[in-house]
């Protein structure tokens, strides 16, 4: 694949590419929604560094179609998602997205190379952020930003932008100093690295957003013990991923970044998409499972617009919090009833035997129960073998950049 446009020809050809494959609307999690996500950085690149195009500005060409074709604002709301959302990108507030440019390029008949090109969000006015603190070269060699190491140094500003972009002028002040989100750590988290990743999964849940709107009620305790019934399957974390989608949840998994502490996330990318974010330092079924239950609870009882994200180290307990005392308590009880736990010999066993018997009984992999009989009695030395270790991340290829 191109790593560069040198070319007006290759230039040319590349948004050739990229109208073809918008009309042939490829999926983003294949080869070819990969190419076009990078075709587009590149024709981006191109045209910030090398010519001066005459083309409209992608804001001015929808509100010149608009206007053709009698639109109103409202009449955007299905293609790009919200009223909200709507509002922002007319004021040149938030960016479009590549669903968006779909979307639009589909309804409105707009020229894809009109609606790709670069928007500028970031002023110069914007000297609270220290730009030269986000992990850039990291986030280079991870693929989130597609460019060479050699180009940190350089244009390392620039390249954050743009990677933040998707998300908004207003998005990274916000995660990295308003109050409107908890973090549960022992540990003094680098919060320019805890931004950078919550960047990364906030844009992916951006491309491939679920097709339903979230309910909140649906994320009861019945609901939730369902779901770990697909902790039987062989891939059943990635069941529970994909199920999930179905009720509107995004769950994205994504290695941490060095100067974080993160076993997961619950995020709010707005009141009808939440997300998921799930790190798997480690790699034990008994801690996916509780994990993403914690960040379940997050979601159906804790988010909302004074507090919309949540990142949690479990190695840590934390009682001080009630948010955090609930989501330990009721994600404890999604697993394994408490009722259940209380009339079952694995309280007072820690054998296979104990842990088979209760893990038939409910119908959940061996790896819950152990896990849960390893954190009653402190005693992480127990059922080594029964917890699932190293069949986590070998069902999630993105985790093969949680190598070093």
């Known amino acids: 694949m ?46 910030q560094k090398a010519i001066d195009l005459h083309a409209p500005d992608p804001i001015d060409a929808i509100q010149f179609r608009m206007e053709q074709m009698g639109l109103t604002p409202r009449d955007l709301v299905p293609l790009i998602g919200s009223r909200s959302k709507v509002s922002e990108v007319l004021a040149k507030k938030r960016p479009l ?44 060699e991870r693929g989130w930003i597609k460019a060479r190491v050699s180009d940190a140094a350089l244009y390392g500003r620039e390249l954050v932008q743009k990677f933040f972009a998707p998300l908004g002028k207003e998005w990274v002040p916000a995660v990295l100093y308003k109050r409107t989100r908890y973090v549960r750590s022992a540990r003094q988290m680098d919060p320019y690295a805890l931004a950078a990743w919550n960047a990364r999964i906030c844009t992916r849940a951006l491309v491939a957003p679920p097709k339903v709107k979230f309910d909140k009620s649906v994320l009861t305790l019945e609901f ?26 995004s769950v994205i998994v994504e290695p941490l970044l060095p100067g974080t502490y993160l076993d997961g996330a619950a995020l709010l990318l707005d009141a009808d998409h939440p997300v998921v974010g799930l790190t798997i330092r480690h790699d034990r079924l008994d801690n996916f499972w509780f994990v993403l239950m914690h960040e379940l609870i997050h979601i159906a009882r804790h988010l909302g617009p004074d507090l919309i994200v949540f990142y949690d180290d479990l190695d840590v307990e934390d009682t001080s919090i009630p948010q955090e005392r609930e989501a330990d308590d ?43 009989i ?27 950049a949680d190598h070093r």
């Open 374 to 400: 390893r954190h009653f009695y402190r005693s992480y030395r127990v059922l080594n073998r029964l917890v699932g270790q190293g069949q986590v991340k070998r069902l999630f290829p993105e985790t093969a």
């Open 224 to 249: 939730l013990h369902e779901l770990a019934h697909l902790s039987l399957l062989e891939d059943g974390p990635r069941h529970a991923r994909d199920y999930l989608k179905n009720f509107g949840i």
């Open 330 to 372: 009721l994600a404890g009880q999604a697993l394994i009833p408490e009722a259940e736990w209380q009339n079952s010999p694995a309280r007072n066993l820690r054998t296979p035997e104990a842990v088979e018997h209760l893990a038939r009984r409910l119908r959940i992999h061996p790896a819950i129960v152990a896990g849960r």
């Open 97 to 140: 997205t590549l669903s968006m440019v779909r979307a639009l390029h589909k309804a409105l008949g707009i020229p894809a190379k009109s609606l790709i090109r670069e928007q500028s969000l970031f002023e110069e006015s914007d000297q609270e952020i220290q730009w030269d603190r986000f992990p850039v070269r990291e986030m280079i």
């Open 2 to 47: 191109m790593n560069t446009i040198k070319s007006e020809t290759g230039y040319k050809a590349a948004l050739r590419e990229i109208q073809d494959l918008i009309e042939r609307n490829v999926a983003p999690d294949t080869v070819e929604g990969d190419r076009l996500s990078v075709l587009t950085l590149l024709v981006q690149d191109f045209e």
